[in-house]
């Protein structure tokens, strides 16, 4: 049983492509975040490219958390502790922020808290703009569905930072299958935004592809619907067919959708949990989103669209249960790439 009191927590995230900060206050009110994207920069290459993004960090970490401390009208002085992402996610990035987290903290003589980022997507639940009055806190049991560009699962929690995978992808993460999706269809990167865009446009019963619904197991499988998209491709290059870009996007998110919301209602189900949580870029999708929050059954915490994608809001409200719960790291932690969440 956590003891929660309060304390205000800067925190730091740079595991992927967005350098960013935030002060967050009792892991729920956020008082400033800043999120610098560097989607521009690897629009080129169709896709992140590691180093690029390390190099990028190193100039961007410093102004963004400058930033959010005049955002926030603080100090470090004024914190308790700091976070940062420790993994999983590209080493280089991941290095940049935890270094910086670490000179922070040693200069200001706090305490270091490093966090999962997968813990920060399913956290992101608990944030609140300090200006608005918040919703009741999501409810334990309850079941999250953390769905972003490498990973897709679903985890039951029957209290804090209390994690039971049940069930994960055996091949694309969800939003890996949006990111390939979208290159086949020749559309522009980040997939999932276009291809969401391109879907609105578009029939989704146009094409019948297959959903992988892996009955008896709360895994996914997503390489397959992929490869029916494939297929289709090419079926039109053959036939020297213009691609339906719009219905094949519109059919390819249904099938994603589908199998997502309701392989997760059956869980939630059979599990009788509370609540749900739904996590990650992948959650910023309006069809997603559509079908979980058109249902009754289960009250179900999505986060606005701004900390659906990385953001350092949800890594400082993973951060505070964290902290009040006793951890504080040593200054001399290494990054984990491949840190699972259980
Ligand atoms: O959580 P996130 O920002 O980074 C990781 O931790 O991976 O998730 C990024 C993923 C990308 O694959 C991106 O295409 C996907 O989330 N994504 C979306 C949407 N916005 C971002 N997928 C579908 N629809 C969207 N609107
Ligand atoms: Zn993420």
Request: one cysteine or more.
């Amino acid at each position: 049983m956590i003891h929660l009191k309060p304390a205000r927590i800067l925190a730091i995230e740079t595991s992927c492509d967005e350098t960013a900060a935030a002060v967050l206050e009792n892991g729920r009110a956020l008082i400033a975040s800043t999120v610098a994207s560097q989607m521009d920069v690897h629009a080129r290459y169709g896709g992140v490219f590691p180093e690029v993004a390390s190099r990028q960090h190193v100039l961007s970490i410093l102004p963004v958390v400058e930033q959010t401390l005049a955002k926030a009208h603080m100090t470090i002085q004024d914190m308790d502790a700091i976070a940062a992402t420790r993994g999983p996610g590209l080493a280089g990035s991941l290095v940049v922020g935890l270094n910086a987290a670490k000179g922070l903290a040693l200069g200001a003589g706090l305490p270091l808290i490093g966090v999962n980022h997968l813990e920060g997507h399913i956290y992101s639940a608990w944030v609140h703009e300090a200006c608005d009055s918040p919703d009741p806190e999501p409810a334990f049991p309850l079941m999250a569905l953390l769905v972003s560009g490498g990973h897709t699962e679903l985890n039951l929690m029957n209290s804090h930072l209390d994690y039971q995978r049940l069930g994960a992808t055996l091949d694309d993460a969800a939003g890996e299958a949006f990111d390939k999706v979208a290159r086949l269809l020749g559309l522009s990167y980040p997939g999932g935004p276009s291809v969401q865009e391109a879907a609105e446009q578009g029939n989704p019963h146009a094409f019948k592809f297959p959903r992988a619904w892996l009955e008896g197991s709360w895994d996914f499988s997503f390489s397959g619907l992929k490869t029916a998209v494939l297929r289709e491709v090419k079926q039109s290059e053959n036939v020297g067919r213009p691609i339906p870009v719009t219905d094949m996007a519109a059919s390819f998110q249904a099938a994603v959708v589908d199998v997502l919301f309701n392989k997760t209602m059956m869980a939630a189900r059979e599990f009788k949990v509370k609540e749900i949580i739904v996590g990650g870029g992948v959650s910023a999708n309006g069809a997603l989103r559509r079908a979980f929050l058109g249902q009754k059954e289960f009250k179900v915490n999505i986060p606005p669209l701004q900390y659906c994608t990385d953001n350092a809001a949800m890594v400082a409200a993973a951060g505070y249960f964290r902290f009040v719960n006793g951890q504080q790291d040593d200054l001399d932690i290494d990054v984990l790439p491949t840190w699972p969440l259980s």
